[in-house]
């Protein structure tokens, strides 16, 4: 099969795709080498971005999935009526706790956030954030959590090296607080001069 024939077949493939396929998986559909697969995928990348498309062909959850510009996002949301996922402060304190510390159990997630994690997990299990990727080798046997694919896609990781290290997270922190604090600042000098004049 020449390149433009593999290519349209990959293009296809991922266009029917319902997640993120992995290079393996596209290589065993189209009945071709990865190693053949893999530069098509990044001429299709290429080619949608200079091409200015309303969609490009992104790397995320170990896999390749093509999805809507960033850019266009207010126009799809008014296609689709349905609000976008939004997970309460106690679902993102829990998934992080599992993202960093996984394989981990609910009593680790509870011991963390000092309150009783069972309906947060729940939820989180119910929106296919995190899955149960075993059993503690201990007396009760209780059940381990670890991120999904889901959670990669979710949140447009490529894996779980993509997390941000605790240093990066403390500098985002600290970034984000002086934003806040520079715009209380500036928020409350004009309301004094405001009250001033």
Do not use: C, N
Request: no cysteine; glycine share 8%; hydrophobic share 45%.
């Amino acid at each position: 099969m020449d390149t433009v024939e593999l290519k349209a077949i990959i293009e296809a493939l991922l266009f029917a795709a319902p997640g993120p396929v992995r290079l393996e998986q596209l290589a065993l559909a189209a009945d071709a080498d990865p190693a053949r697969v893999a530069p098509l995928l990044a001429e299709l990348e290429t080619e949608y971005l200079r091409a200015g498309r309303g969609f490009v062909l992104v790397e995320l959850a170990e896999g390749y999935q093509l999805r809507t510009r960033p850019e266009h996002a207010e126009w799809v949301r008014r296609l689709h009526s349905s609000r976008p996922t939004r997970l309460s402060r106690a679902a993102l304190e829990a998934l992080a706790i599992i993202a960093y510390q996984q394989p981990v159990t609910r009593a680790d997630i509870d011991y963390l956030r000092g309150v009783d994690s069972g309906g947060v997990v729940k939820s989180l299990l119910d929106k296919r954030l995190v899955r149960i990727v075993g059993k503690k080798d201990v007396p009760g046997r209780p059940l381990l959590y670890g991120t999904s694919r889901e959670f990669l896609e979710f949140f447009g990781l490529r894996s779980l090296s993509d997390l941000p290290t605790l240093k990066e997270f403390t500098e985002l922190t600290k970034e984000s607080e002086s934003l806040l604090f520079d715009f209380d600042a500036g928020a409350g000098g004009a309301t004094a001069s405001s009250e001033q004049a």
